[in-house]
């Protein structure tokens, strides 16, 4: 299995370009969420997707879109880029444990370091 | 705004010794998790608590919880220059579905 992958793993944008940052799990997980880290900071959680067609906002949604159209994608769409979003993005799944309860532990991908000039 | 806060910012201390973090939250929960990072790195999940519990061990982990004090406590024994990165807290709340919460982390370095 190659878990959790991401692409790009750099990526330099000038101020109002868009771009798509690429998320895949093959783990069959429902559960796949977007994170920003920004220096000194612990993770803040933009959006999230509970399972194919389902999606939901965030801590910090503003700035992007998702869409969960399989249960294997989750890309994240920054649609006009702008400076406060340079950051490094982790994308991350779980599968449910078949309850409400909670979820299971989090599977992250290696991230991608967003530039934005 | 982030849930929970680790203490202290940052622990520098020799091999072979033992690391005690501390996480404190807000809200109610129904897990706390931690998580560790190195430098540059996705995060590694270590180990997860549930609500009921107060105590659970994983290898040299050990991870208390106390609801009534909204706290966690993470102790690495006999630490090595391996366990040299940052580690973060992070919560649970309600169905799960809203995701995890972090708190800004705590970094470790181990010095040999």
């Known amino acids: 299995n190659a878990g959790v992958t991401q692409t790009p793993k750099f990526q330099v944008l000038k101020t109002g370009q868009s771009m798509t940052l690429q998320c895949a799990q093959d783990?069959?997980?429902?559960?796949m969420s977007w994170y920003r880290q920004d220096p000194g900071m612990g993770l803040r959680l933009i959006h999230y997707?509970?399972?194919?067609?389902?999606?939901d906002q965030g801590e910090v949604p503003n700035g992007y879109n998702v869409s969960r159209s399989t249960t294997e994608d989750f890309p994240l769409r920054l649609l006009s880029a702008a400076p406060s979003q340079t950051s490094v993005y982790f994308c991350?799944?779980?599968?449910?444990?078949?309850?409400?309860?909670?979820?299971?532990?989090?599977?992250f991908g290696p991230g991608t370091r967003l530039t934005v000039l | 705004s982030q849930q929970g806060e680790e203490d202290p910012q940052a622990l520098s201390i020799q091999e072979g010794e033992n690391a005690t973090m501390n996480c404190s939250y807000k809200?109610?929960?129904?897990?706390l998790q931690w998580y560790r990072q190195n430098s540059g790195r996705g995060l590694v999940h270590l180990i997860l608590?549930?609500?009921?519990?107060r105590e659970k061990h994983s290898g040299r982990l050990r991870v208390t919880l106390d609801t009534s004090k909204k706290s966690s406590s993470l102790l690495i024994t006999a630490s090595r220059a391996a366990d040299t990165a940052s580690y973060f807290c992070a919560t649970g709340s309600g169905g799960g579905a809203d995701g995890l919460t972090f708190g800004k982390g705590t970094h470790l370095i181990i010095q040999p």
């Open positions: 608590i549930r609500s009921n519990e």
């Open positions: 991350a799944s779980s599968g449910t444990s078949g309850t409400t309860s909670s979820y299971n532990e989090q599977f």
């Open positions: 783990m069959n997980h429902e559960y």
């Open positions: 997707s509970v399972g194919a067609g389902i999606t």
């Open positions: 809200t109610s929960i129904n897990n």
